[in-house]
């Protein structure tokens, strides 16, 4: 765990202490702590989670081998096909649309989506970072009608705080969720299907895991 923290320190926009580490995974604080408690440290997956996202090298994390930044992203094709086509990968990750989901660390990504880098713009208004857009479940009715049980949708995983009303992914302290974020003057928490209650504060140490634009059926909502 040191070496992790020690790189992330290092980035051209330094990241440093437990809580920003954690939000630059898009992991809870408590998952950073129990690699704390493990003698082996941090797992693979987190390490190599480390370098796709913040181009801290996996080697350093695991065996302090340099070096210990590479520069950017891992050079594994995640972001664009031989055609210059926008790469998405879907995780075998679920997002509660009602009940919270708790995933593993780091699911397995299971297929990947080619969109148009014109298309991705149109969407999120650039083109992100390799690895920034990642495609998740959605599990449950509390967003129905805009999101139906078991769609995909894709995830902005850059944004980690609140941007503006729309709809994000996000943990309250026991899994992820997919609900409507409101400001009135304090952010609240809204599920679009009515039938769950009206919108409530966002409680404390709630995580944003990032901001959804559209859906598998190439919609957007927010």
Request: proline residues 6%; aromatic residues 6%.
């Amino acid at each position: 765990m040191k070496r992790l923290y020690a790189a992330a320190a290092q980035l051209d926009s330094p990241i440093r202490g437990q809580s920003a580490v954690a939000r630059a995974l898009g992991q809870s604080p408590q998952t950073l702590k129990n690699w704390e408690s493990r003698a082996t440290g941090v797992s693979a997956a987190g390490a190599n989670k480390a370098q796709q996202m913040l181009g801290i090298s996996s080697t350093w994390i695991l065996e302090a081998q340099p070096p210990m930044l590479i520069g950017g992203p891992s050079s594994v094709s995640n972001s664009a096909t031989q055609c210059d086509y926008v790469r998405v990968q879907q995780l075998d990750a679920e997002a509660g649309m009602g009940e919270a989901v708790e995933n593993v660390d780091y699911p397995e990504v299971i297929r990947a989506i080619d969109f148009e880098p014109g298309y991705i713009r149109s969407i999120v208004g650039f083109v992100p970072a390799p690895g920034r857009l990642r495609l998740i479940t959605g599990n449950g009715d509390s967003m129905q009608p805009v999101i139906q049980p078991g769609d995909a949708v894709v995830v902005d995983t850059g944004i980690t705080s609140f941007d503006g009303d729309g709809i994000y992914l996000i943990n309250m302290g026991n899994g992820q969720q997919i609900k409507r974020l409101l400001d009135r003057g304090v952010i609240h928490v809204a599920s679009d299907n009515k039938s769950y209650g009206d919108p409530f504060p966002m409680p404390d140490g709630t995580l944003i895991g990032g901001k959804v634009y559209l859906r598998n059926r190439i919609e957007r909502f927010n």
